[in-house]
């Protein structure tokens, strides 16, 4: 089993920043790919940021200048440094693991944790 677990969300001032981290732990197969996803009131979970195990990144546009995922390979851990927040990144976040074993994709979601931009 693969449990990941975020933490360091909260409240913050439009223009603020915020670091989240996700700690994974078990089975984890090596060539994972791990990343953040959110999901805002009303709204489809939408993807942020992911980041390969050589450190490869990808982000979405809307978060693109202002959001910055990096890992600790050896301890299992992803952050997301947010910058220059606004209201519009109001979400839930949620931690993603993925790899692809035997042919066939394994994937695994934190409980998310809540960003609440605003003033």
């Known amino acids: 089993q693969v449990q990941l677990v975020e933490s360091g969300g909260g409240l913050v001032q439009p223009g603020g920043s915020l670091t989240l981290s996700c700690a994974a732990s078990?089975?984890?197969?090596?060539?994972?790919?791990m990343g953040w996803y959110r999901q805002a009131p009303g709204k489809q979970r939408e993807y942020v940021a992911t980041?390969?195990?050589?450190?490869?990144?990808n982000y979405a546009d809307s978060v693109k200048g202002r959001l910055t995922i990096s890992r600790d390979s050896a301890k299992n851990t992803v952050y997301l440094q947010m910058n220059s927040l606004k209201p519009e990144d109001t979400a839930v976040y949620y931690c993603?693991?993925?790899?692809?074993?035997?042919?066939?994709?394994?994937?695994?979601w934190g409980q998310g944790i809540q960003v609440t931009v605003s003033s």
């Open positions: 078990g089975n984890i197969f090596n060539r994972n790919v």
């Open positions: 980041i390969t195990g050589s450190g490869n990144t």
């Open positions: 993603n693991a993925a790899w692809i074993l035997a042919g066939f994709k394994e994937e695994y």
